[in-house]
């Protein structure tokens, strides 16, 4: 698959068929994730592949229980000012979002994948984001939807149930559900590239016209 589409179109996946995602696919998913760059190359990560259905089935309450507290919590604002202008697109794009993660929290059993990603304390972001992110692209190559999500990762009882070590020091990072989608893989909504960068300043003229994506432009 192209560079461009799979950076353009890799958005979040959460309506998934329950079709296991075979080894080899698989296995290209997470080799590409390691060749991710890292702080001194210190690869100072460990990923765990999650195909259990036993396993799946520990983790749906769990997942329900985070997230819901996460939408009533930080979400809950947005949401209030949503109900109060329900037409706007605002409003609108966050009733999908609503939809899609209420969607993949209720049926998080039947989901046949997941990536979980560990990473030493404190040192939780920016060395292991990358190979993450490319997990992602790779499976999006392969087809495969996902969803980087992190409400699991202050569960102590997940780490367990994977069997991470105790006394090491690893956290989790995140957790990438994972299979083939049932929709279809498009451009997601994103701000104007003119209000989130510049050029020589905060808010220099950018001095070129991205008011739209660049991809697909004319290459399809
Ligand atoms: C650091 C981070 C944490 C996230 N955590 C969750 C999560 O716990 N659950 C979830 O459904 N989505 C989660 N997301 C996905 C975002 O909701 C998603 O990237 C955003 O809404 C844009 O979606 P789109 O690419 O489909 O447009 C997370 C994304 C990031 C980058």
Request: glycine share 8%; proline share 9%; net charge negative.
């Given at each position: ?8 179109t890799?958005?979040?996946m ?131 939807g ?35 989608p049932t929709g279809r893989f498009g ?34």
């Amino acid at each position: 698959m192209d560079l461009r589409e799979a950076l353009y179109t890799t958005r979040s996946m959460r309506r998934l068929k329950p079709d296991p995602v075979p080894l080899d696919v698989q296995a290209r998913i997470l080799d590409a994730a390691r060749f991710a760059p890292s702080g001194r190359n210190m690869q100072n990560w460990h990923f765990i592949l999650v195909d259990d259905p036993q396993i799946a089935k520990v983790l749906g309450p769990i997942y329900r229980e985070q997230i819901g507290a996460v939408l009533d919590s930080t979400y809950a604002e947005a949401a209030r000012a949503a109900a109060n202008d329900p037409d706007s697109p605002e409003s609108r794009a966050l009733e999908r979002l609503f939809r899609s993660v209420r969607h993949q929290a209720l049926h998080w059993e039947s989901i046949p994948l997941f990536l979980f990603a560990y990473a030493p304390e404190g040192n939780t972001g920016s060395s292991i984001f990358p190979a993450i992110w490319s997990a992602m692209l790779a499976a999006r190559a392969e087809g495969v939807g996902s969803t980087l999500t992190t409400v699991l990762n202050p569960r102590k009882d997940v780490d367990r149930l994977l069997g991470v070590p105790e006394d090491e020091g690893w956290v989790q990072v995140a957790c990438v559900p994972m299979g083939y989608p049932t929709g279809r893989f498009g451009v997601p909504e994103r701000k104007p590239l003119a209000s989130v960068a510049g050029r020589n300043s905060w808010s220099g003229p950018l001095g070129f016209d991205a008011s739209e994506p660049l991809w697909p432009g004319d290459e399809l």
